[in-house]
């Protein structure tokens, strides 16, 4: 054990290193304070139905009626407590609280990646804390976009595992591989998954390329295999995730419209072009890369008393306080995003080091960064520069499935720092051999740190500081302040403020780009040690990236967890009273926000609305064909929502109930078969579901209208209730058609008449129904989805296989171990 630590030291010093660096930044986690994150907060009200019933029953249920009338929880919450990748992700999690968790990971992840690179340790902790507080990761972390930053966290090892393979260590890169994969797919965001893996693709290109060129197909062909394997045991492992997802993802906003006249606005099989491109990184905006507040930063940026603004303002009489307020409301970014929380900022002196990579690292991985990151680079411009974007919206798999395309940027946070890194690793191992080098180094800070000092001196040359709405803007402020002249002089101080901060930021990348080139320098002419300008350049790395990040992920976003909780949840006086009714089944709409980007109602109440970004897409379309302008109040019935949540004309919050809400389940007294699902909508545009239903004729064949007899003296009550079961009792003199106000989903839900299977049938477009046999039946409803189950099985089987891999792999490195100190000794 003596001889491990000693052999390891220095990598246990850096790991020690990356905890106390984590410890400095977010002391309050450590102080039992949490992070105010929008979408945590927004899936912790989507959760709380799930969280109750386990707590109850002890298991959680797989369907929840919290968000949008029902749907699937494995896409709100889920266990998945056959898969090995949440045990580990639960034991780190308990150790480490968030967020001190993610960046741990990202320094982890991108410190083996480094090392797989054969990059000397402490130059490899530099790469990871370049990677780890690029300030996107963190701006991510503020958003609460958590299943994205772990995603994030695992691309290095993900990348490790795929080199290891490539270089002929096939088991380790097969081995570590499978686990990262593993965990990147747990964590469940697909969207990075997908960019890894064009990345990636480029990588096995590119080796392909020169495996046909060296005649080493052979090794090549085994190193792919080794990778194939290891991928399908990671996709296995997560089977009981993946299978039910990818048969939800096709009845969601991913999958085919129903309704014809959508076709025309939504890819085949995928979102919009226009949805896909809303986010879309401005070519221009590239420049944050290198000067953060170019383009004024993001919407967190506040102008104050000292800027042009303020400053117009007081001239006109307004008091400091009052002039700071109406510049801070100002909008400081204007770029082409309909908005931004802060740029993609990786580093001064990072990318100076870049640019110096793309001249002196020779090699095949220095052509993968640069081409990858190159590719990302004009994926992310979108509808700013279609025509990459459109060939792959148009011809590569799945990739018309995604939205915000400024998101591929992800990828150039990673690949941009690796060769960052890489040209140090170069002037530290072979600077005496390459040719002109100081010289080198002089033209790129003249190229990089020229264009800093440009932007610095003279920005108004270079850039305009005026969006594309900037006219309409005028005119907004003009109709807000009746006076259009005044409109005008404060977006003119305006320009000036946003014109400052990007000067101001010009010289402080400027400051930074000459003190690694100083470093880089004084390594050249061999005047400090490799290892002095190794640390001092993580200390000049790690001042430049945390002065951003603190902008936008500081101290002032923690707060005490039951306080946060209270405030966000807290129970109003309109909750209060709708829950004094004691029949729980009801659905509530609350107007006070947008009920369908908003999940507080869900806390408390079965909410028509909710906060997801895969809502069914029938769901969807029936918002917006029912709801987009007035309110279709037979809609309101069918989906029994007895209550809506308003507010007056003083803004105080009112309950409005409904007596018109049709119930949990009802018999129809008329069938109206319909031929399409267009007239499917058009018909429940004006009904009464009470009376009659609407059935798609694809279920003709599953009802006997000839049985079908008026509901006279008929009654139906729902008498369990748990959201992937519900059990009803009815009395019916003869067949009836009866609808349940319960999203109708075909891809697990099982119905049972004294526990006879019964088909489910579709109506008024969204709902379940069933042709009852007359007489006293219980009917009961499971959400019973053979892709969960199945995959569970499937899941237990690969985890088991992953933990032997493991397992396997160090006994084997113990051996060979044992057997060189024994042949040494001998």
Known sequence: MKTWFNNNSTHLAVIGVFIAICFLYFTPAWQGKVLYQHDVLQAQAGQKEILDIKARDGDMPLWTNSMFSGMPSYQVLIELPSNLTTYLLRGFKAVF??????????????????????????LAAVGAIAFAFSSYNFIYIEAGHANKTYAIAFMAPILAGILLAFRGKYLWGAVLLALAMALEIRVNHIQVTYYLFLAALILAGIELYHAIKEKRLLSFGKAIAYQIAAVLVAVAVNASLLWPTYEYSKETLRGASNLKTENTQRADNGVSREYAYHWSQGVGESLTFLIPNAYGGGMSTRLDEQSHVAKLVMGKGADPNQAAGFAANLPTYWGEKPGTSGPWYFGAGVMFLFVLGLIIVKGRLKWWLAGATALVLLLSFGRHFPLVSDLFF????????FRAVESVLIIATLLVPVLAVLAINELVTNGGKIKNLDKKALYVLYGVGGLTLLIAALPDLFLSFKSSNHQA??????????????????MAALVKDRAALARADAFRSLLFIVATFVLVWLLVKNKLKAQAVVIL?????????????????????FADKLQLARQFNQEREVDKLILMDKDPNYRVLDLTTNPFADARASYYHKSIG????????????MIERQFAGAINEDVLDMLNTRYLITTDNQNSQRIQRRSTAAGNAWFVEKVTLVKSDEEEMEAINAFDPVKEAFVHEEFKPLLDESRLGRPVNSSIELTAYRPDRLVYEYSAPNDALAVFSEIWYDKGWKAYVDGE???????????RALQLPGGNHKVEFKFEPRAYHVGETISLIASIILLFGIGGLVWLEVRKKASREQARKA
Do not use: C, S
């Not at 968030?98 to 402490?122: C, E, M, N, S």
């Not at 148009?394 to 499935?401: A, E, S, T, W």
């Not at 019964?758 to 709902?767: D, E, Q, V």
């Open 97 to 122: 609280p968030h967020p001190i968790d993610v960046v741990l990971l990202y320094l982890l992840g991108a410190y083996l990646l480094f090392t797989v690179l054969k990059v000397r340790p402490w």
């Open 394 to 401: 148009d011809y590569f798999p799945l990739y018309n499935k």
């Open 473 to 490: 803007m005028i005119e907004q402020y003009g109709q807000q302040l009746k006076d259009n002249t005044f409109a005008n002089e404060v």
């Open 537 to 557: 350049l993580g200390i000049v790395t790690l001042i430049d990236l945390w002065g951003v990040d603190r902008r936008y992920l500081n101290e002032d976003r």
């Open 610 to 621: 909710g906060y997801h970004a895969a809502k069914l897409m029938r769901y969807q379309e």
């Open 757 to 767: 299977e019964y088909p489910i049938l579709r109506a008024n477009y969204l709902l």
